[in-house]
């Protein structure tokens, strides 16, 4: 079964009713429920992070800062919030010496990932290379692959790739928005994926309301 990441996202920033979601979504099974540096305030994340603990969930924070420094913000406000995973972002030689003794496991970008929303750039084999020199660093736990933001690589050769140059999860970040989508993926033995967009939109079965769409999703991944 492939495992399903519940963004509280929209167009690559939290929403800003990300709070209001969470009690609602306890009882549906969800395991992994995330959200984003952009469009909340370290105050909002650590308020979005001590709910969805408390609801028992584990978090997931994803980087998309496009600057270095704007990075290293992030990840230390991950870190005050208490999130247990931080997703994305493309400096880990600034943020890792951060996360040392932290627990947070840590999955950067693989490949060239440029823009807000985040684009992924570069062929298949270099891309796999990026994910293998990074889960090949100490502190890296897996890595985030932008895999339908790439502009044309075949995306189950891309996955399939990475996948088999990793040592650790590769979790499938951005622009799913199907059932085909996540077989795919789960044919091609990422881990996870992450969907948070295509919710809010009402673009997946249940819709308009969220927690039918979230029921919808899982129900889809554990078929797989």
Known sequence: ??????????????????????????????????????????????????????????????????????????????????????????????????????????????????????????????IAHSAATLTGTAGVHGVDLLAYRHADADVAALTEAVVAASSGPVIAAGSVTSADQIRTLARAGAWGFTIGSAIFAGELSGAPDVVAQVRAVLAIASET
């Open 1 to 126: 079964m492939i495992n399903f990441v519940f963004m509280l996202t929209q167009h690559d920033a939290t929403v800003p009713d990300a709070v209001e979601h969470v009690a609602a979504l306890a009882p549906t099974g969800l395991r992994y429920l995330g959200f984003k540096d952009v469009g909340a305030t370290p105050a909002r994340q650590k308020e979005i992070n001590d709910a969805a603990h408390e609801a028992g969930f584990v978090t997931m924070l994803e980087v998309v800062s496009e600057s270095r420094e704007a990075e290293v913000r992030s990840v230390e406000a991950a870190l005050t919030a208490g999130v247990d995973w931080i997703l994305g972002g493309t400096n880990p030689d600034a943020t890792l010496p951060m996360l040392r003794g932290s627990g947070v496991k840590y999955c950067p970008f693989p490949g060239r990932v440029v823009g807000h929303p985040s684009v992924l750039h570069g062929t298949v084999e270099e």
